[in-house]
C-alpha cells in the first residue's frame, strides 16, 4: 500500500530512513537524523540560490510556470487586469479577499488619509544630486520611514500592523513620485484626494501648471493594469528579502527598503531597464536577425526580456502588457522601438534555438516601451515597479509574522575555508 513517506538508506551506514512526505517536500530538519555517529551534525541539504527549496507556506499567489498561469489568492491574473484597480487587487493579495464596495470605500479613504508625505523625508529627497539614482533616492526614503514612526516596531500588535500597511502602500507612491520630480528639478506637487490611487500617482509625478489636472483615462487605466500585474509574484528575491528580514521582527520599512534594495539588482526589477537599452542598441527592426545571431554564438551578447527561472511558457504577463502597450500608443504615438520589439518577438518564437531552450518573453519585454511612452527615463522603471510591489512585500510580511511555523531566518553553510591555523607575527610572514 502507497505511502506518503520517502525511505532513505544511508549507503556509508546501512542505515534505512522513512521521511513523511507533505506538499511534495520532506522538511530539511528529518534530514538531520541521517547521520555516521552521534558526534556527526547530520545531513544537510544543498541549494545555492535556493531554486528547490521551499522555506514558507503561502496561501497569496500561485504559479504554474509550465502552463504560464498566474493567480492572486485564487483569482487569475487575466481576469484582475481585465477588471479590478489597484487598490482593490492590493485588498485582495493582502487581506485574502476581494472587498465589499464599503470596504473598499473604506480602504481607499485610509490610502488616501497617508499620501502626505512629511516634509523631513521631502527634504531627504532634495538632499540628493538630481541625477541621483532614482532607486536609491527611493530606497533611503522608504528606510527613513521608520524614524517618523517608531510605533512601526511594534510588529505582534494586528491594529498596528494594519496601519503600518495603510501607511506603506500610500507613501511609497508619494515617495516615488517625489523621487521623479526631484530628478527632473521641479517642485513637489501635493496629493489630491479628489482622484483615484492611480490618477493622483499620475498627477504627482506629471503635473505642471494646470490648475486642475485630469489624467488620461488610457493612461490611468495601463498603469492599473500594470500594477495588478506587478503586485506579487511569490517567493522572488525581492518577497524573499522581505521575509528574511521581517524574520527579526525589525520594523517593516526597514524590511521594505532591503526588499526594494533588492529588486535595484540588474537580474530582478531592472530588467525592463535593460530590455530598453537593448532595443535602443538594435535600432531597427531589419538589424533584429544579426542580433539574433550574436546571441546564438555566444559573443557575450544577452537576449533581455526572455526567458525567466519560474516561466517556461509564455509569461501570462506578458500578454496582457503587450495589448496595453497598443492602447497607451494610440494616445502617446508609436514610438520606432515598439517594431523592433514585435520583430524581435516575432523572430525569436519561430526561432528552434530559443524554442528549444524555453525562452518566451516575459513581464519586462513590453513593459518599458510603455514607462517611456509615457516620458519616464529607464532610470524609473525599477522604481514603477517598487509601487506595486509594495503590496505583495507587505501581504507576505504579514503571513510571515502570523504563521507559527516561522521563525527567523538562519540557514547553514558548508565550511570550505581552512583548519586550525596558529597565528603567524608579521616577521615571520612570506608574500
Given at each position: 500500500?502507497?505511502?506518503?513517506t ?5 549507503n556509508r551506514?546501512?542505515?534505512q530512513?522513512?521521511?513523511?512526505i507533505?506538499?511534495g ?6 534530514l538531520r ?8 551534525f ?6 545555492p540560490?535556493?531554486?528547490?527549496t521551499a522555506?514558507?507556506k503561502s ?9 504560464g498561469?498566474?493567480r492572486?489568492r485564487?483569482y487569475?491574473?487575466?481576469q484582475?487586469?481585465?477588471h479590478s484597480?489597484?487598490?482593490?487587487t492590493a485588498?485582495?493579495?493582502i ?15 485610509d ?5 502626505l ?8 529627497i532634495?538632499?540628493?544630486r538630481?541625477?541621483?539614482h532614482?532607486?536609491s533616492v ?8 521608520s ?5 512601526a516596531?511594534?510588529?505582534?500588535d494586528?491594529?498596528n ?12 507612491a508619494t515617495?516615488?513620485?517625489?523621487t ?5 528639478g521641479w517642485?513637489f506637487d501635493y496629493p ?8 493622483n500617482?499620475?498627477r504627482?509625478m ?9 489624467p488620461?483615462?488610457?493612461?490611468e487605466r495601463?498603469?492599473?493594469i ?9 517567493q522572488n528575491?525581492?518577497?524573499?528579502a522581505?521575509r528574511?528580514?521581517g524574520?527579526?521582527?525589525a520594523?517593516?520599512?526597514s ?5 526594494a ?5 540588474p537580474?530582478h526589477?531592472?530588467a ?6 537593448m532595443l535602443?542598441?538594435?535600432?531597427r527592426?531589419e538589424n533584429v ?6 546571441v ?7 537576449l533581455?526580456?526572455?526567458g525567466?527561472?519560474?516561466?517556461k511558457n509564455y509569461?501570462p ?20 522601438l ?6 524581435l ?5 519561430q526561432?528552434e534555438?530559443f524554442?528549444?531552450r ?8 513590453y ?5 517611456r ?10 522604481v ?9 512585500w507587505v501581504?507576505?510580511w504579514?503571513?510571515?509574522?502570523t ?8 540557514p547553514?553553510q558548508?565550511f ?7 597565528y603567524v ?7
Amino acid at each position: 500500500m502507497p505511502k506518503d513517506t520517502l525511505t532513505v538508506i544511508d549507503n556509508r551506514t546501512g542505515s534505512q530512513y522513512e521521511l513523511p512526505i507533505a506538499d511534495g517536500t520532506v522538511k530539511a530538519m528529518d534530514l538531520r537524523q541521517i547521520r555516521l555517529n552521534e558526534d556527526d551534525f547530520g545531513l544537510m541539504s544543498y541549494d545555492p540560490g535556493l531554486t528547490n527549496t521551499a522555506s514558507t507556506k503561502s496561501a497569496i499567489t500561485y504559479i504554474d510556470g509550465d502552463k504560464g498561469i498566474l493567480r492572486y489568492r485564487g483569482y487569475p491574473i487575466e481576469q484582475l487586469a481585465a477588471h479590478s484597480t489597484y487598490l482593490e487587487t492590493a485588498y485582495l493579495v493582502i487581506f485574502g479577499e476581494l472587498p465589499t464596495a464599503e470596504q473598499l470605500a473604506k480602504w481607499e479613504s485610509d490610502i488616501n488619509r497617508h499620501t502626505l508625505l512629511h516634509t523631513n523625508i521631502q527634504r531627504l529627497i532634495e538632499t540628493f544630486r538630481f541625477n541621483a539614482h532614482p532607486m536609491s533616492v527611493f530606497i533611503s526614503g522608504i528606510a527613513s520611514l521608520s524614524t517618523l514612526y517608531p510605533d512601526a516596531r511594534m510588529v505582534t500588535d494586528p491594529a498596528n500592523r494594519r496601519l503600518q500597511v495603510e501607511r506603506m502602500i500610500a507613501k511609497t507612491a508619494t515617495i516615488a513620485a517625489f523621487t521623479y520630480r526631484h530628478n527632473q528639478g521641479w517642485p513637489f506637487d501635493y496629493p489630491d484626494d479628489s482622484l483615484s490611487f492611480i490618477g493622483n500617482f499620475l498627477r504627482m509625478m506629471f503635473r505642471m501648471t494646470e490648475h486642475k489636472y485630469e489624467p488620461n483615462p488610457v493612461l490611468e487605466r495601463a498603469l492599473n493594469i500594470l500594477f495588478i500585474l506587478h503586485a506579487d509574484h511569490e517567493q522572488n528575491c525581492g518577497t524573499n528579502a522581505m521575509r528574511v528580514i521581517g524574520s527579526s521582527q525589525a520594523d517593516p520599512y526597514s524590511s521594505l527598503a532591503g526588499a526594494a534594495a533588492a529588486l535595484y539588482g540588474p537580474l530582478h526589477g531592472a530588467a525592463n531597464e535593460a530590455v530598453l537599452r537593448m532595443l535602443e542598441q538594435i535600432g531597427r527592426p531589419e538589424n533584429v536577425p544579426a542580433f539574433l545571431d550574436r546571441v546564438k554564438d555566444g559573443d557575450g551578447q544577452r537576449l533581455m526580456g526572455f526567458g525567466h527561472r519560474i516561466y517556461k511558457n509564455y509569461d501570462p504577463r506578458c500578454r496582457i502588457i503587450k495589448q496595453t502597450a497598443e492602447e497607451v500608443f494610440q494616445v502617446t504615438g508609436r514610438t520606432p522601438l515598439l517594431d523592433v520589439a514585435l520583430e524581435l518577438e516575432r523572430i525569436a518564437l519561430q526561432d528552434e534555438y530559443f524554442i528549444s531552450r524555453k525562452l518566451y518573453p516575459n513581464v519586462d519585454f513590453y513593459s518599458g516601451l510603455i514607462y517611456r511612452a509615457m516620458k519616464l527615463p529607464a532610470s524609473m522603471f525599477t522604481v514603477m515597479f517598487a509601487v506595486p510591489r509594495t503590496c505583495g512585500w507587505v501581504a507576505h510580511w504579514l503571513e510571515l509574522l502570523t504563521d507559527p511555523e516561522q521563525k527567523i531566518s538562519r540557514p547553514r553553510q558548508i565550511f570550505t575555508g581552512p583548519e586550525t591555523r596558529d597565528y603567524v607575527p608579521m616577521a615571520q610572514r612570506s608574500a
